[in-house]
C-alpha cells in the first residue's frame, strides 16, 4: 500500500503473542466436556474466538488450556455484564473440571 503511493516504509514486528489452540480431544478438553455435561446437563459450545486471551502464553508454556466462561455480553465495552447464575455455574464447572483432569 506504501509502494503504490509513491512512497517507501518498512514494517516492524513490535508485539507477538501465539494463538490458542486446544484439540477437542485433548485430556483437558474431555473433562471439560464432561463436567460441564455432569453439572449443567448439556455439553458446552465449542467454537473459536476472533480475539486473543492470556491463556495461550499458558498454552504456549506446555501447560494444557482450555476457556470456559459464564454467559454475559460486552467485553471489555462500555457495559459489560455476566448473569450470576451462570458466574456460580461456570465457577462449579471449573472446579469439577480440575478434579477430573487431576484424578486421570
Not at 514486528?13 to 485430556?27: F, V
Request: proline share 5%; aromatic share 6%.
Amino acid at each position: 500500500m506504501i509502494a503504490s503511493a509513491g512512497e517507501t516504509g518498512a514494517v516492524r514486528l513490535m508485539l507477538d503473542r501465539p494463538p490458542l489452540t486446544c484439540d477437542r480431544h485433548a485430556r483437558v478438553a474431555a473433562c471439560l466436556r464432561e463436567a460441564a455435561t455432569h453439572l449443567t446437563g448439556r455439553a458446552p459450545e465449542e467454537t473459536g474466538v476472533g480475539y486473543w486471551m492470556d491463556a495461550a502464553l499458558f498454552a504456549a508454556a506446555g501447560i494444557p488450556t482450555i476457556n470456559y466462561g459464564p454467559a454475559g455480553a460486552g467485553a471489555h465495552e462500555a457495559v459489560e455484564w455476566s448473569d450470576l447464575d451462570s458466574v456460580v455455574s461456570c465457577a462449579e464447572v471449573l472446579a469439577e473440571t480440575g478434579r477430573r483432569f487431576f484424578q486421570k
